[in-house]
Protein backbone atom coordinates (compact mmCIF):
# COMPACT_ATOMS: atom_id res chain seq x y z
CA UNK A 1 0.00 0.00 0.00
CA UNK A 2 1.31 3.18 -1.11
CA UNK A 3 -0.11 6.86 -0.11
CA UNK A 4 1.93 8.98 -2.25
CA UNK A 5 2.49 12.46 -1.23
CA UNK A 6 3.94 15.05 -3.78
CA UNK A 7 5.47 18.69 -3.15
CA UNK A 8 7.43 21.68 -4.11
CA UNK A 9 5.00 23.25 -6.56
CA UNK A 10 4.42 26.54 -7.00
CA UNK A 11 4.85 29.57 -9.64
CA UNK A 12 8.03 30.26 -10.84
CA UNK A 13 8.65 32.75 -13.93
CA UNK A 14 9.75 31.26 -17.49
CA UNK A 15 13.49 30.36 -17.53
CA UNK A 16 13.15 29.22 -13.98
CA UNK A 17 13.68 26.05 -12.14
CA UNK A 18 11.83 23.79 -9.40
CA UNK A 19 12.46 20.60 -7.70
CA UNK A 20 9.41 18.15 -6.94
CA UNK A 21 9.57 15.78 -4.31
CA UNK A 22 7.01 12.52 -3.98
CA UNK A 23 7.00 10.49 -0.52
CA UNK A 24 4.96 7.27 1.00
CA UNK A 25 4.00 7.14 4.38
CA UNK A 26 2.67 3.68 4.34
CA UNK A 27 5.35 1.96 2.08
CA UNK A 28 9.50 2.26 0.63
CA UNK A 29 9.81 2.97 -2.62
CA UNK A 30 12.91 1.39 -2.97
CA UNK A 31 11.23 -1.55 -4.71
CA UNK A 32 9.07 -0.20 -7.10
CA UNK A 33 9.42 1.55 -10.81
CA UNK A 34 8.63 5.40 -10.02
CA UNK A 35 7.14 7.97 -12.94
CA UNK A 36 6.45 11.49 -12.52
CA UNK A 37 3.35 12.78 -14.64
CA UNK A 38 1.61 15.79 -15.72
CA UNK A 39 -1.26 17.16 -16.88
CA UNK A 40 -2.36 20.32 -18.15
CA UNK A 41 -5.79 22.17 -18.31
CA UNK A 42 -7.70 20.47 -20.90
CA UNK A 43 -4.78 17.98 -21.77
CA UNK A 44 -4.56 14.39 -20.91
CA UNK A 45 -2.64 13.36 -18.60
CA UNK A 46 1.22 12.56 -20.06
CA UNK A 47 4.53 10.93 -18.89
CA UNK A 48 7.22 12.98 -17.90
CA UNK A 49 9.60 10.51 -16.94
CA UNK A 50 10.36 7.01 -14.76
CA UNK A 51 13.29 5.48 -13.10
CA UNK A 52 13.37 2.08 -12.31
CA UNK A 53 14.09 0.71 -8.84
CA UNK A 54 16.45 -2.14 -10.08
CA UNK A 55 19.33 -0.03 -11.59
CA UNK A 56 17.86 3.54 -11.94
CA UNK A 57 17.57 3.15 -15.52
CA UNK A 58 15.60 6.66 -16.80
CA UNK A 59 13.28 7.34 -19.64
CA UNK A 60 12.39 11.34 -20.13
CA UNK A 61 9.19 12.67 -22.50
CA UNK A 62 10.99 14.36 -25.49
CA UNK A 63 9.71 17.60 -24.19
CA UNK A 64 11.63 18.05 -21.17
CA UNK A 65 14.31 15.66 -21.95
CA UNK A 66 17.88 17.93 -21.28
CA UNK A 67 15.70 20.16 -18.87
CA UNK A 68 14.56 17.77 -16.07
CA UNK A 69 16.13 15.55 -13.74
CA UNK A 70 14.45 12.36 -11.87
CA UNK A 71 16.14 10.89 -9.22
CA UNK A 72 15.60 8.82 -5.96
CA UNK A 73 16.80 9.62 -2.81
CA UNK A 74 17.19 6.36 -0.45
CA UNK A 75 18.08 7.78 2.20
CA UNK A 76 15.02 10.03 2.83
CA UNK A 77 12.88 7.06 0.24
CA UNK A 78 11.86 10.24 -1.81
CA UNK A 79 11.73 10.65 -5.52
CA UNK A 80 12.57 13.36 -6.93
CA UNK A 81 12.05 15.74 -9.80
CA UNK A 82 14.39 18.82 -10.43
CA UNK A 83 12.71 21.01 -13.25
CA UNK A 84 15.18 24.06 -15.16
CA UNK A 85 14.61 26.32 -17.97
CA UNK A 86 10.19 25.84 -17.37
CA UNK A 87 8.17 27.42 -19.73
CA UNK A 88 4.61 28.10 -19.92
CA UNK A 89 3.98 24.62 -21.48
CA UNK A 90 5.22 23.38 -18.11
CA UNK A 91 2.54 24.56 -16.45
CA UNK A 92 0.51 21.67 -15.46
CA UNK A 93 -0.39 19.83 -12.19
CA UNK A 94 2.19 17.03 -11.43
CA UNK A 95 1.28 13.33 -10.25
CA UNK A 96 3.76 11.02 -9.07
CA UNK A 97 2.91 7.46 -9.45
CA UNK A 98 4.10 3.65 -8.35
CA UNK A 99 4.45 0.65 -10.13
CA UNK A 100 4.12 -2.23 -7.51
CA UNK A 101 4.75 -5.18 -10.02
CA UNK A 102 4.77 -5.39 -14.11
CA UNK A 103 7.69 -5.43 -15.93
CA UNK A 104 11.49 -4.17 -14.95
CA UNK A 105 11.41 -1.33 -17.19
CA UNK A 106 9.76 1.49 -16.22
CA UNK A 107 7.58 3.44 -19.12
CA UNK A 108 5.70 7.44 -19.34
CA UNK A 109 3.81 5.58 -22.15
CA UNK A 110 1.40 3.49 -20.40
CA UNK A 111 -0.32 5.20 -17.04
CA UNK A 112 -2.18 1.83 -16.44
CA UNK A 113 1.36 0.25 -15.14
CA UNK A 114 1.04 2.53 -12.41
CA UNK A 115 -0.90 1.12 -9.43
CA UNK A 116 -0.80 4.14 -7.00
CA UNK A 117 -1.27 7.46 -7.57
CA UNK A 118 -0.19 11.26 -5.79
CA UNK A 119 -2.87 14.09 -5.30
CA UNK A 120 -0.60 16.39 -7.50
CA UNK A 121 0.86 19.82 -6.90
CA UNK A 122 0.76 22.10 -9.28
CA UNK A 123 3.27 24.01 -11.59
CA UNK A 124 2.38 27.18 -12.59
CA UNK A 125 4.96 28.97 -15.31
CA UNK A 126 4.64 32.34 -15.50
CA UNK A 127 5.82 36.17 -15.60
Known amino acids: QFELVES ?12 LACSSSESSLDYVNLGWFRQ ?3 KEREGVA ?30 LLQMYSLNAEDTAV ?7 SGPENCTIDELGRYHYW ?6 TVAS
Request: glycine content about 16%; aromatic content about 8%.
Open 50 to 79: CITYRDSSTTYADSVLGRFTISRDNAKDTL
Open 8 to 19: GGGLVRPGGSLR
Open 118 to 123: GQGTQV
Open 40 to 42: APG
Open 94 to 100: YYCAAAV
